[in-house]
């Protein structure tokens, strides 16, 4: 065991510094074209798309330039790298790994500059976890596919341009094969006979959508991967998925600011911090989040040393969903009633921002796989426990 | 940046693993536990053989001289085989006096216990709710000659089968460990049997002992804290394997046992209860396996890093034991079964050198002075 950094290794994270304390005003302190220039800067040190190839306009960075990249713009609360957030996160992959050449010089140069927003069209109103049922179907007629079905839940829908999405084009009706006649495709959101329904959530966004499709001709050059190959398209591109640091500097962030706030709180007319429940959930979120981080250290010296994970990153997701919920809900706890304003009339800072993340750990515990398929996922691929 | 073990050291967790396979099975832990000492001399000098009793003693005084982080691969290991002996205490006693006594203290007492011809303990806590240096109560005052000592200390690990204890007591305004053999006039032990037959515990009486100055060793509350960190880390280690051995045969167990119609492990109350053991004991892996490296390698880390990893432990290892009986349903119930052992050793873990309770809350004073 080590845990130092190569010369090289600290070499880039002198870089990464360096370029941030010149180009990275902190969070009060950024103007209104910060984002545009912040986006050009970021783009011309080839940090977006950072472990893409160089071929396509990515930054080939390995993976430990990434863990620190990701590192210390989390430190420093940094904006993201691009705000094509689908494209950088699911669709680039993709069609790096699966796309033909004139698909990724026709798309990624797009989302390494940020032109246009991507989503991605999996869950259907009788889809969700079982997300190989998937039923919206696509016919081949001459050199198109014809889209007739619907997608919902789909984020960013109403900002964006594209979609990729899964369509069934084979084994209709049947369960069995349910995996195979899946295919992956990458729809404008212009063509007609598509319609957008934005879905207001709990909290009050209006981020994601129902999608309509009727009739909606997709030319074939748009198909991601072979006809029946989606599943794999999508399982390739889910894994790329890489560590959870930046994702744990986050989270230390948010016990340090909950931190601040018990400090400055009362509990039955007494500091808070004299609460000895209060003082012991605050170490468990510590002993989960550190929990999170080690794991995330144990699985990335595995996969340097090229041994393949198997689903170990569903550990730590189970982590964030429960930190997630757990969290707000504390900060809630703490503040009593003021910690049910939205406003920030009682003129503490955090109010009103603890109440909104109260109502947003769905993006997390929902969204990326609920903590029951989590949980089935270890249970069957890690411990070979029969499927339900 | 490395966070896993070298070739050596998985060589020696393999070495570890076939030894306690083939000399140590669970059938021959149920006779050994039963015995009077509660441990087998004849393995336990095998072990010396094999330079485990000297794991972290410096080649000089007999050792093999490797680090902390050694120590708990063989710890993980005996952990899942709930091997009994006194391999925890003697271990924290040799890398004690490895660390702080003098050239001459070694010279005496080290070699004896690296080679194995000597069973040490420590014995440091009065008050078991409080592992911590600042609630030693023994004391003595210190003369030209050394001291004399009378009182008791609790919770020994060992106590019975010991022959060299480390002592800690207090005089006016230092703290000090004394070297105690067990032939010195006055001393007497009284071991206590506790729910985990594997494990042996006693007190330790002191009545008018003399400890010469040689024997005496000037330390300070932080080198305390520090043996208590490490007993904390040691403990926790073995609390892996043995939480890994539930998760491993109640696994089995669910694969096999067939209820209405399917293997039981096909009912999500069964399965996502085994998929969050494997969360908990991952997670507790990986604090404590940082924890270790502290110890070694980045000792003003190891207050937090062993409480983050113990107090998790404490509370998920102890839920671990009881489900995998519950998962088990009448037979884990068993003597004959084996899952009971477990059980019982995740209910002796649990307070042993600081439960979660006191590591949580100390992790949040650490935090109020950083
Ligand atoms: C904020 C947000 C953003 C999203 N963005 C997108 C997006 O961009 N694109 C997209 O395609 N989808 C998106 N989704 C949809 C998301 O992928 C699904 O919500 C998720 O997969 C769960 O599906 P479902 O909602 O249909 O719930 P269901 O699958 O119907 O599940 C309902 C409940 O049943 C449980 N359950 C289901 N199956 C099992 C089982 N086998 N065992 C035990 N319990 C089970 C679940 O855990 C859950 O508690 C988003 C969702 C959210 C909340």
């Given at each position: 065991m080590d845990f130092e950094y190569t010369q090289a290794e600290e070499t880039f994270r002198h870089e990464v510094r360096t370029f941030l304390d010149e180009n990275l005003p902190p969070k009060d302190q950024r103007g209104a074209d910060f984002m545009a220039q912040w986006l050009k800067k970021v783009r011309a040190k080839r940090w977006v798309g950072f472990a893409w190839p160089q071929e396509v306009g990515g930054g080939g960075g390995d993976i430990m330039q990434q863990v620190i990249l990701k590192e210390e713009m989390a430190k420093r609360q940094a904006p993201p790298l691009g705000t094509c957030m689908m494209g950088l996160a699911w669709v680039g992959p993709g069609i790096i790994q699966y796309g033909t050449d004139e698909q990724k010089t026709r798309f990624i140069p797009d989302i390494l500059n940020s032109k246009y927003h991507w989503c991605t069209g999996y869950s259907e109103p009788n889809v969700g976890s079982d997300l190989a049922a998937l039923q919206c179907k696509a016919i081949l007629d001459g050199d198109h596919y014809v889209i007739n079905g619907t997608k919902i839940w789909t984020s960013l829908a109403p900002f964006a341009q594209w979609i990729s999405m899964l369509v069934r084009?084979?084994?209709?009706?049947?369960?069995?094969?349910?995996?195979?006649g899946i295919t992956a495709l990458l729809v404008d959101l212009s063509s007609p006979g598509i319609e957008i329904k934005p879905i207001e959530n709990m909290a009050g966004g209006k981020v994601f959508a129902q999608i309509f499709f009727d009739n909606v001709r997709v030319p074939v050059n748009n198909r991601l991967g072979k006809e029946g190959q989606g599943w794999a398209v999508t399982i390739a591109s889910l894994a790329n998925?890489?560590?959870s640091i930046g994702e744990v500097t986050a989270m230390y962030a948010k016990l340090d600011s909950l931190k601040m706030l018990i400090k400055d709180s009362q509990r039955q007319g007494k500091p808070a911090m004299e609460d000895q429940k209060i003082r012991r959930r605050l170490a468990v979120f510590e002993a989960k989040i550190e929990a999170m981080r080690l794991n995330g250290l144990r699985y990335l010296t595995r996969q340097i040393k090229g041994e393949p994970l198997s689903s170990e990153t569903s550990v730590n997701k189970l982590h964030r969903a429960d930190l997630e919920v757990e969290m707000s809900d504390f900060a809630i706890d703490v503040l009593g009633q003021s910690g049910l304003q939205l406003g920030n009339q009682l003129e503490t800072i955090d109010r009103g921002k603890w109440a909104r993340e109260s109502l947003g750990w769905p993006n997390v515990v929902i969204g990326g796989g609920t903590p029951n398929i989590q949980k089935n996922i270890i249970a069957e691929r890690i411990l070979g426990l029969p499927k339900d | 940046m490395n966070f896993g073990f070298t070739e050596e050291q998985e060589l020696l967790r393999d070495q570890v693993r076939k030894f306690l396979d083939a000399q140590s099975p669970v059938s021959r832990v149920r006779e050994i536990m039963h015995t009077d000492e509660g441990f087998d001399r004849q393995i336990w000098q095998q072990i010396a053989a094999l330079g485990w009793l000297g794991l972290v003693v410096d080649p000089e005084y007999d050792g093999v001289g490797l680090g902390f982080v050694d120590l708990i691969v063989i710890l993980e290991e005996m952990g899942k085989s709930l091997f009994p002996s006194p391999f925890i205490a003697h271990s924290l006693a040799a890398s004690t006096l490895n660390e702080l006594a003098s050239d001459d203290q070694k010279k005496r007492h080290l070699n004896d216990l690296a080679s194995g011809r000597k069973i040490g303990t420590i014995a440091l806590l009065d008050i078991h709710d409080l592992p911590n240096a600042e609630s030693i109560t023994l004391s003595g005052v210190i003369h030209e000659d050394g001291v004399v000592l009378n009182g008791k200390k609790l919770f020994v690990m060992d106590a019975d089968n010991a022959d060299l204890f480390i002592v800690a007591f207090k005089d006016q305004h230092e703290t000090y460990l004394a070297l105690i053999h067990r032939d010195q006039t006055g001393v007497s032990t009284q071991g206590s049997a506790t729910m985990d037959l594997t494990k042996r515990t006693g007190s330790l009486e002191l009545d008018n002992v003399s400890v010469a100055t040689q024997d005496l060793l000037l330390t300070d509350d932080e080198n305390i804290n520090r043996l208590l960190d490490k007993a904390a880390v040691a403990v926790t280690a073995e609390m892996i394997g043995a939480a890994e051995a539930v998760i491993y045969m109640t696994t089995h167990y669910a694969k096999d046992r067939i209820q209405f119609d399917n293997p039981i492990g096909k009912y999500q109350g069964v399965k996502h209860r085994l998929a969050e053991m494997y969360v908990d004991v991952e997670s507790f892996r990986s604090l404590l396996y940082y924890a270790a490296w502290c110890v070694d390698e980045s000792p003003h880390e190891l207050p937090r890093s062993a409480s983050l990893a113990k107090a998790y432990a404490s509370d998920a290892f102890s839920q671990i034991g009881t489900d995998g009986v519950q998962l088990h349903g009448?037979?884990?119930?068993?003597?004959?079964?084996?899952?009971q052992l477990y059980l019982k050793r995740s209910k002796w873990a649990?307070?042993?050198?600081?439960?979660a309770d006191y590591h949580y809350e100390r992790i949040s004073q650490l935090q109020v002075t950083d």
């Open positions: 084009t084979d084994n209709f009706g049947s369960t069995a094969t349910k995996h195979d998925e890489r560590s | 009448a037979i884990g119930f068993t003597q004959e079964y084996d899952m649990r307070p042993i050198f600081g439960d």
